[in-house]
């Protein structure tokens, strides 16, 4: 019974989650694998890993350290290192994404505009800002981001990007909310029928056309006010409130102040 001696299998790692992070290290990284029980050592490349815990003999958890790249995760026990794979590959995100441009670049105190954010390193976007105040958007490529700007008083602030790598400011992106000078103007009302009118229920969706309504505040059909969406500077979408038979004028608020009563904003009730 003495002379017994047990060679160990060497730990195999089969997956690892997640299997990116900052540069700066910090990552709480889960390894899935055989044979993984007293591990004494986890490196990410050459560099060991902090606050290594073994779960089980399939699971060992571990702190990532600084680094850059893509680099093999490997794990030590009395039986050897695991040997490298394309399962154990941990990329490091060296740097958060950078906004370096945007179109356009300037619009109302009121928000309400889309606008397209240009760079690199989007990918995974958690956040985007204008100045302190975030926004709505949408990430379409790693190099392209596109957000509806929120209220803001006038003057200029900067674009930030949050990504998991960290939040990043370019000088090349900023934005210029300028005060509107004048009331909004409605030329035109589009609905479905081709012609301004529509049942006193309501409920059609409709086009507001005209000028200065960016920022828009408040779309009223006569005294009722209806649910809207500014679209541009020149379209609001809305959709009409109920009524009474009749004809009412459709205006449109803006920090500005309100649409005058003219012959495009004529809506019939039918």
């Known amino acids: 019974a003495g002379d017994q ?25 889960t390894i899935t694998g055989t044979g993984l029980t007293g591990a004494t050592g986890v490196d990410f490349g ?20 600084a680094g850059s790249g893509t680099v093999d995760i ?47 390193g989007f990918t995974g976007t958690s956040q985007v800002s204008f100045g302190s105040t975030p926004a709505f958007f949408a990430v379409l490529s790693d190099s392209e981001i596109v957000a509806l700007t929120p209220p803001s008083s006038p003057g200029t602030v900067a674009v930030d990007v949050t990504t998991p790598s960290g939040t990043a400011t370019s000088t090349g992106a900023k934005f210029t909310y300028e005060a509107p000078t004048s009331a909004p103007v409605v030329s035109g009302i589009v609905t479905p029928s081709g012609t301004p009118s529509g049942p006193v229920s309501g409920g059609e969706f409709v086009g ?63």
């Open 74 to 120: 490997t794990v030590t026990t009395p039986g050897g290192t695991s040997a490298t794979s394309s399962a154990d590959g941990f990329t490091y995100q060296t740097a958060p994404g950078i906004p370096q441009s945007i179109t356009p670049t300037s619009g109302p105190t009121g928000g309400g505009i889309y606008v397209v954010i240009s760079g690199s």
């Open 5 to 29: 001696y047990d060679y160990l299998p060497a730990p195999t790692v089969t997956a690892i989650t997640p299997s990116t992070g900052p540069a700066t290290g910090g990552t709480s990284v």
């Open 208 to 270: 507001i056309q005209g000028t200065g309504m960016s920022g828009a505040t408040a779309v009223n059909f006569g005294s009722t006010p209806a649910f809207f969406v500014v679209a541009s500077d020149s379209w609001v979408w809305v959709i009409v409130p109920p009524g009474t038979s009749g004809t009412v004028d459709v205006t449109v608020t803006t920090p500005a102040g309100t649409s005058a009563a003219a012959a495009g904003d004529k809506y019939t009730y039918q």
């Open 46 to 65: 050459s560099t060991p890993g902090t606050n290594v815990m073994v779960v089980s003999d399939t699971s060992v958890m571990v702190t990532s350290p």
